[in-house]
Structure formats: structure tokens, C-alpha cells
């Protein structure tokens, strides 16, 4: 007997895979019963929603057809919002809420002297008068030549100043600390713009193979610049900058950093109803905290779809130094340089489902957005829990549909594979590789070391190019990827990276929740990286959510959520 109802093809260009599931749709069932046929995925070809994904998605059903012997009466598609993920020339600055600012700029190298410091800030050319009561931080102008610095000093010291440390604005530290008769912290290279005379600073120098930072301990910092405990949570959140850094120069902020000029690039918030413009260094640290939806419009030259203002829904930083300085690696075996931005646009694609219908000849429509398909996908799962929410990791995006609520945030799968490549200096199809798995260093050609310490015999003589490296194991054998990391330092960078990226933006998505669900559970490809499935369980273990995966119409796994979730509300919805 031959089977009646349609054949409907779900179809999910995403922003790095293009997954497809099959069905027949019984048009007689009251309930518009779903039977899976086939399914089968294919790299996403250029930019989602671009007429090459387009093609790429014709192909790939084709294909599947063909080696099923079936033919699709009817295309559903989800509607189509591309997400841009690079890594930009970013150095993140304090949050422009932070209490304190550092007065040191990030690429300051050459602070000599040693121990910390607290005292008033007196402008080198006032130390002329009369000394002030108790310790001052002096402070030495990028017009000053070193010599009068050091000479003014000097007589200062002689006249009765008690000088605790020496700020300059040039990089003349060395050269000023070698011609004071004192042993004080001086620090150079510091912006002294909007630093007021009698305002106080803290400065620090660490010792040579020393790692003691008094200053980088909140309680301390706070203390020194007498803030109020109220304040002591954003002073912790800034202190987590200095605890790697070899000299601090800080002091309490009086007022709100000046927004980007009007030529220069820039993030613009929306928060408590008022439009706020910070520069994109500043953003960092607000774009992590704030739920999704709060930044509206970006410019960012460095990134070409952004390099004219455009209007966004999420965006997303990542900064490399914050995961190298997190792992605790030796120092030079990953490139921490640059920021990982992802941009999710406010403009959807429109007209994908009359071009995907031109391409195949079949009728073809969208039919819903992303999150609900894969909502409607993910919970064909055995077993859910009733009040889970579905948290569907895309390439670009990350979704969470849960009762009443749903939160779309830019900063997925590529965010790692983008992370991955800019601090390996890889290949990004390389990265997608080894974000994955675990990676063996061979030592020799028939002895490698495992992460876990292990050293193991290799089955075959190890190529070459792979002695000496860390490698991959691939179907082809061996892919070596670095020669500086050893084996563990990768497994900690890896989950650091997993852990900072996507796993935090799924923290910070289900806070954008009343309450906290029994389960979550991961739906899409990330799904099926078993490390992501856990740092995302440690990111909400204080919070009592258990994380798992979902089965889709209990045969997928964790993918096809968005494809088959669109077959099954497509035979709700009866014929297009």
C-alpha cells in the first residue's frame, strides 16, 4: 500500500552547518503525524542566507533525495539571521561603571623600583611650596626631561616631601629611578589626563620573580583609595586585570569616561531606557554582563560587515588575554592578542525561501523563527522534564526557549573555533577540528604523551612533521596543529576557551529567566562536544540546573532540532 501525506523537507542553513530532515507528514492524522525518512548535513557555503548557502542547501537536498529514492513536496525554512564572528584589534578596558581606573596604559613595559605605594597626587611642579602632610605620589609630565625630573625630586626629598612613588608620562622610569636618592615604585607610561592634584593613587611594582600584587587584592585596593565596601564587587571585577601584571597604577574615578568621538568606532547600549555609546574597548565588560538585546547599534572598522554603522540584536566579546592569563600558561605559547567579537544583525534574510524555491523547482516558505523550530524540535526528546528549556548552540547563535521566554544571543560554535585559531595561529578549518578532541604530542616516531600524562606506544612510525608537535588524530592519522603547547596546557586552553565563550553566554542568556529551570537541555551541533556539555553543567551547577542533551524525535541526537522542528510545525500548520 502506498503511504499517503507529503513529503516535507525541513531545511536550516546555519551559520557554519546546513542540516536537512525528511518526512512524511500524514495529511489524514489528526495531529499532522510526523514519520522521519532521511536526514544529512553539508558545510554551509559563504555567509548564511547568502546565495551560495542557498545553492549549497539545493545540493545538499538533492543529494539526500536521491540516495533515499524520495522527492520532497514542500520546503519549510526558519528565518534566516547571519552572525558575523571575527577577532578584532581589541584591548578591553575597566568597565566604565568600575569605581577605579588604571592610570597605566595596557602596553606599559618598563616600571622600575619595587613594593607599593599610596599617597596625594602632587603635579612635579609643585613640589616648590611647602611639603604636604603625609605621602604623595608625584607625577612627572611627557614635556619633563628625566634629569629634572630626577633633580626636582631629589631637592623635593631634600626639602622634607615624603615621596612614596613617581609616576611618568613617558617611559623614562628606569632612567628617573636610577638618579633619586629613594627606592620608591615609579611606573611610566601613564595617562595623567583628568588626574586632579590631592587625589589619591596606589602604585605598585613587583619585584623581579617575585608574584605578590598587594594592590590586586580588593580589600587592599579599597582600603587605599577608601572606598566604600558598597563598591568592593566592581573593584573585584577590575582587580582580576592586575593579578598578572608587573606594575599598577591606579586611582578612584571621579566621573564618566568620555564617549568615542563621532569618526571613531563604537558600541551603543540601551539600558534602564537611555542610549549610552561606549568605545568598544569599554563595551567588553558590559556586553558580558547585560542580557541579550541591550546593545543596538556597532561600528567597527576591523570587521568588514561592521565597518559602517549597522544595527545589531546581540554582540558578544571574548578577550584572548583573559583565557591566557585564566589557563595559567607559560608565557609566548598562545597568541592572547585581539578580541573575539560576534555580531549578531537586526536585519533578517528575506527573500530565502523564493530564491531556495527558484533553485529546486518545489514551493517553498519560511515558516518560523529559529528558536521556535528548535524548541518545537528539541522537545520531541524521551524523557523531558516539562519545565526544561531548550538551549539550541548554533554556529553563530544560542537560543533558549523556555515557558514564556526566549533569548537569542550572538557568540556560538564559531566563537570557540575563531578563538581557537587566532591563539594557535591556525586555520580555521583546522580549528574546527581540534576544538573537539583530545591531542597527543609525539615525542618520537613511536612514542607520544596523552593529556593526561600517560606516554603511549604509537600503532604506526609517526610522520615527520608531527615529531615534536602536538598533533590531532585524524582518519588520515595524525594532524599536527603546535609546536609550543604540551598536551595538558592544551586540554586546560580548550576547556578555558569552551568555557569563556559559550558557556558563559548560555550563564548569562538563562539569567534573562524568572526562574531557574529544572533541566536544560542542548540542542544543535555543539551539542555533541561532550566538554561543552560540561563546562556549560559546571557554568550553572551553583544554580541547580541539570544540563543534558536532546534527542531529537528520539532517533537525531542533539541535532536536526531546527530542521525537524520545522517539518513537525509545518504538518501542525497542515499544507503551505
Not at 536537512?20 to 557555503?45: C, Y
Not at 609517526?462 to 603546535?482: E, H, K, M, Q, Y
Request: overall charge negative; glycine content about 10%.
Amino acid at each position: 500500500m502506498t503511504p499517503r501525506g507529503r513529503i516535507v523537507a525541513g531545511i536550516d542553513v546555519g551559520n557554519h552547518t546546513t542540516e536537512i530532515v525528511l518526512a512524511r507528514v500524514d495529511n489524514g492524522a489528526a495531529d499532522g503525524s510526523v514519520l522521519p525518512i532521511t536526514h544529512g548535513q553539508a558545510p554551509t557555503r559563504g555567509r548564511k542566507g547568502s546565495q551560495d548557502s542557498l545553492e549549497g542547501a539545493a545540493a545538499l537536498l538533492h543529494r539526500i533525495e536521491v540516495d533515499a529514492g524520495v522527492r520532497a513536496d514542500e520546503l519549510v525554512l526558519s528565518a534566516i539571521r547571519p552572525v558575523d564572528t571575527e577577532t578584532a584589534p581589541l584591548a578591553p578596558a575597566p568597565s566604565p561603571r568600575s569605581p577605579v581606573r588604571s592610570l597605566r596604559k595596557p602596553d606599559a613595559s618598563t616600571p622600575a623600583g619595587t613594593g607599593y605605594a599610596v599617597g596625594r597626587h602632587v603635579p612635579l611642579g609643585d613640589l616648590i611650596g611647602a611639603p604636604c602632610d603625609g605621602p604623595v605620589i608625584v607625577s612627572v609630565d611627557g614635556d619633563t626631561d628625566f634629569e629634572v625630573a630626577a633633580a626636582a625630586v631629589t631637592t623635593a626629598v631634600g626639602n622634607g616631601w615624603a615621596i612614596a612613588g613617581v609616576l611618568a608620562a613617558q617611559d623614562d622610569a628606569v632612567l628617573i629611578r636610577n638618579r633619586i636618592p629613594l627606592d620608591v615604585p615609579v611606573v611610566d607610561e601613564v595617562m595623567l589626563d583628568g588626574l586632579a592634584p590631592g587625589a589619591l593613587v596606589a602604585l605598585e611594582v613587583v619585584a623581579e620573580g617575585r608574584a605578590y600584587r598587594a594592590l590586586a587584592d580588593p580589600i587592599a585596593l579599597c582600603a587605599a583609595l577608601e572606598l566604600g565596601h558598597d563598591q568592593i564587587h566592581e573593584v573585584a571585577e577590575f582587580t582580576r586585570e592586575l593579578s598578572d601584571s608587573p606594575a599598577i597604577a591606579v586611582t578612584a574615578r571621579t566621573e564618566a569616561p568620555e564617549p568615542p568621538a563621532v569618526d571613531e568606532d563604537y558600541v551603543e547600549l540601551q539600558i534602564d531606557g537611555a542610549v549610552v555609546r561606549y568605545s568598544p574597548a569599554q563595551a567588553h565588560a558590559i556586553l558580558r554582563r547585560e542580557l541579550p538585546g541591550s546593545v543596538v547599534r556597532i561600528r567597527l572598522r576591523s570587521i568588514p560587515t561592521a565597518d559602517h554603522e549597522i544595527a545589531v540584536d546581540d554582540a558578544f566579546f571574548t578577550d584572548l588575554a583573559a583565557l591566557d592569563s585564566g589557563t595559567w600558561l607559560r608565557r609566548g605559547v598562545a597568541d592572547a592578542r585581539g578580541t573575539v567579537v560576534a555580531l549578531l544583525a537586526a536585519d533578517h534574510v528575506e527573500d530565502a525561501a523564493t530564491t531556495l524555491a527558484e533553485l529546486t523547482g518545489r514551493p517553498a516558505r519560511t515558516l518560523a523563527g529559529e528558536p521556535e523550530a528548535a524548541a518545537r524540535g528539541a522537545r520531541t526528546t524521551p524523557g523531558l522534564p516539562p519545565d526544561s528549556v531548550v538551549c539550541d548552540i548554533g554556529g553563530g547563535t544560542i537560543d533558549l526557549i523556555g515557558p514564556g521566554r526566549t533569548v537569542t544571543a550572538a557568540g556560538a560554535g564559531e566563537t570557540i573555533t575563531v578563538a581557537v585559531a587566532r591563539m594557535l595561529n591556525i586555520p580555521r578549518a583546522l580549528a574546527e577540528r581540534v576544538k573537539r578532541t583530545p591531542a597527543i604530542r609525539v615525542e618520537g616516531p613511536h612514542v607520544a604523551h596523552e593529556e593526561d600524562g600517560r606516554r603511549l606506544f604509537l600503532d604506526a612510525p609517526a610522520p615527520a612533521d608531527a615529531i615534536g608537535r602536538l598533533c590531532t588524530r585524524g582518519s588520515a592519522g595524525l594532524v599536527p596543529f603546535s609546536t609550543k603547547l604540551a598536551a595538558e596546557e592544551w586540554r586546560s586552553l580548550r576547556l578555558a576557551i569552551k568555557q569563556e565563550t559559550v558557556a558563559a553566554n548560555i550563564a548569562r542568556c538563562l539569567a534573562a529567566f524568572e526562574k531557574a529551570p529544572t533541566a536544560l537541555v542542548l540542542a544543535g551541533g555543539g551539542a555533541l562536544d561532550d566538554e561543552l556539555l560540561r563546562t556549560v553543567g559546571e557554568s550553572l551547577r551553583g544554580a541547580g540546573v541539570v544540563v543534558g542533551r536532546a534527542n531529537i524525535d528520539g532517533v537525531h541526537g542533539p541535532r536536526f532540532a531546527v530542521a525537524s522542528g520545522l517539518v513537525h510545525l509545518a504538518a501542525g500548520s497542515g499544507a503551505g
